[in-house]
C-alpha cells in the first residue's frame, strides 16, 4: 500500500450546494478532480473522516473531509459552550447540512383512536448548519472520548461473534496461501500465523466482500474495485479501533474513468458498511458493566 501525506483539502469546484444530494454531486466531482490531478491524498483524507465520524452521514463525512480533513472531533457552538470551550476568533466554521423534521399529523378520527399515536416524526429537508473541529476551539480540558479501544484481542471476539451471526462459516487453513484470505459467499478461510493486527483486517476484509459483493450491486463492478472496496472498509475499521493502518492507497480510483456515480456508489457503501462492523465492535454492556467494575477495584 502507497504511503501518502494526508496534506491536500479538496475544494468545491461548484457554488455552495443546498440539498443532501447536491452535497454529494460536489463532493464527489471535486474528489475525482483532486484524484485526476493526481492528490490521491484526498481520499486518504476522506476514509480517514470515515473513520473518526462513521456515525455521521454520508453526504456530511465528504462535507468535513473536503472543507478540514484533519477534524478529529467536531461540534456545534453551542455544544461546545456547553463543554466549557469557546470557538477562537476568526475561526470559519465546517459548514454541514442538518435535517428538518417536521410532525405529520394524523386525520382527526384516527387520533381519536389512539391518543398516544397522534403525530409521527417525518424529515422535512435540510439546512445549512456549522460544526467546529476542537482544534479550532479553547479552553476546558475534555473528558476523555469513549473509544472502541486498540486492543485486538477484545475486537477479534467481538468480530467473530458478528461474522457468526452473520451465518458465516470461518475457516483457518494454509490451503489458500500465498492469499491471507478469501471469500466465498457464506464461508469465509483465513490464513494461519498471521499477527493480531493482519488477522483483524484481513478478517474485515473478507467480510466486506461477503456483504457487499456476494449479492446484487446497483451498478456493476470490476474485480479491482470491488477489491479495492474492501480494502478501504478494512483500513477505515482499522482506523476506528486504532490500529496502525498506513495510508490509503488511492491510485486505483482512476479505473472509475471519472465516473461519478459509480465512485460516489462505492464510497457510500464503503461508509455504510463500515459503520456497520464498528457498532458491531462497540462493547456490550455486560463487557461495559465489567470494565468499570475493574477499574474501581484498581483504583481502591
Not at 59 to 84: D, F, H, S
Not at 145 to 165: K, M, P, Q, S
Not at 226 to 254: C, M, N, P, W
Request: glycine letters at 6%; charged letters at 25%.
Amino acid at each position: 500500500m502507497k504511503r501518502i501525506a494526508n496534506t491536500t483539502t479538496i475544494q468545491p469546484s461548484t457554488p455552495k450546494p443546498q440539498t443532501a444530494k447536491e452535497v454529494i454531486a460536489a463532493n464527489v466531482k471535486a474528489l475525482i478532480e483532486q484524484l485526476e490531478a493526481g492528490h490521491s491524498d484526498a481520499l486518504t483524507a476522506y476514509l480517514n473522516a470515515m473513520s473518526r465520524f462513521h456515525n455521521y452521514s454520508f453526504g456530511n463525512i465528504l462535507e468535513i473531509a473536503r472543507q478540514k480533513p484533519c477534524a478529529t472531533r467536531v461540534a456545534g457552538l453551542y455544544a461546545w459552550n456547553q463543554l466549557g470551550r469557546r470557538v477562537k476568533k476568526g475561526e470559519k466554521g465546517i459548514r454541514i447540512l442538518a435535517p428538518i423534521i417536521g410532525i405529520q399529523r394524523k386525520p382527526k378520527e384516527e387520533a381519536e383512536k389512539d391518543i398516544t399515536k397522534q403525530n409521527r416524526p417525518v424529515l422535512v429537508g435540510f439546512r445549512s448548519a456549522y460544526v467546529f473541529d476542537v482544534s479550532q476551539t479553547d479552553g476546558a480540558e475534555l473528558p476523555a472520548i469513549r473509544e472502541i479501544g486498540g486492543d485486538v484481542g477484545e475486537n477479534r471476539n467481538r468480530l467473530l461473534t458478528f461474522i457468526e451471526r452473520q451465518g458465516i462459516e470461518l475457516v483457518f487453513t494454509e490451503r489458500i496461501a500465498p492469499a491471507l484470505g478469501m471469500s466465498y459467499g457464506g464461508r469465509i478461510a483465513v490464513l494461519p500465523g498471521q499477527s493480531k493486527a493482519e488477522e483483524f483486517s484481513t478478517l474485515v476484509h473478507e467480510l466486506a466482500h461477503e456483504m457487499l459483493h456476494k449479492a446484487e450491486r446497483r451498478t456493476a463492478t470490476t474485480k479491482v474495485v470491488r477489491e479495492t472496496e474492501a480494502e478501504a472498509i478494512a483500513f477505515v475499521v482499522g482506523k476506528a479501533v486504532e490500529l496502525e493502518t498506513g495510508t490509503a492507497s488511492a491510485d486505483y480510483i482512476h479505473l472509475y474513468h471519472g465516473n461519478a456515480s459509480l465512485l460516489a456508489e462505492s464510497l457510500e457503501v464503503i461508509q455504510q458498511t463500515s459503520a456497520v462492523i464498528l457498532a458491531a465492535l462497540e462493547p456490550t454492556v455486560v463487557e461495559a458493566t465489567a470494565a468499570e467494575s475493574e477499574a474501581l477495584a484498581v483504583a481502591s
